[in-house]
């Protein structure tokens, strides 16, 4: 099959193309004109075409000749994916969306559901997938950074108790999933999340990693009301910030997902956080960002 892909250069966007090239598949990669990062599709057999995913001209011509499109740049530019997905002729479509949807928080939910509904509401054949907080590799943004300060402090700060339930999903157990979205035709017209097997209460998931790295830490549960009220004061104050208080108040939210229809449609059996973060902290310690 002949398939367009954005956001090749993120972490789900590699783990998607090396899925893809694995299983035979053309592949194109739409790349922002002035993208820094095109680099990291070096040594893959594909073409780089260069068009701005808000632009629904450039995109129909980067779409033009394929079969399916796989859009993981963000499903927030639906309208303009959707749009030139249209002008180029091209009927399947798959949009990677984030179980950020499901939040109570409309600044994270109302933009994911808002590009969902562009999608099925259009005449493609479409698919929607909603992965958690993806991790695996360096390019990640949060366990990456998560393992770094465990390597360097033996001390580790939490809002509140850290009961709260994550489900980080390993970059390529998605990949696997949503290519099976994209191969398989029970999956037209349905909206999947792909979390990792099972859900872990944050200081759980913080005491794993660092076993992952051979460590010990220490926990420090910090009362989540006040330090919400410290940062909301900051920010008032213009204070520059490493956390907002809105991030705060979403570590009251539970991000644990059932995923039976995942695996039932696309045979989605990803692997728990302790084996992912394991092979993290490994590919950390080939790169040089975690000691050995």
Known sequence: MRVVLTGATSLPGLALLEALLRSGHDVRCVVRPESPNAGRLAGHDVAILRADVLDPGALSRAFAGVEAVAHVAGVEYAPAVVEAVRRAGVERLLAVSSTS?????????????????????????????????????????????????????????????GENLWQPVYHEDLARGMLAALERDAAVGRTYDLPGRRPLA???????????????????????????????????VGLPLPVKSEQVMRLREDKAYPYEAARRDLGYAPRTFEEGIALEAERLREVGLVRR
């Open 202 to 236: 944050y200081r759980d998931l913080v005491l794993a990693a660092a076993r992952a790295l051979g460590r010990k830490v220490h926990l420090v549960h910090l009362p989540l009301e006040p330090a919400r009220r410290a940062l909301a004061l900051a920010e008032r």
């Open 101 to 161: 949807a499901h939040s109570a928080y409309p600044s994270r939910s109302r933009p994911k559901r808002e590009g969902e509904r562009v999608v099925r509401e259009s005449d493609l054949a479409w698919t929607i997938v909603r992965p958690t907080m993806v991790y695996g590799t360096e390019l990640d943004r949060n366990m990456h950074l998560l393992l770094r300060f465990l390597d360097r402090s033996p001390v580790f700060p939490v809002f509140g108790g």
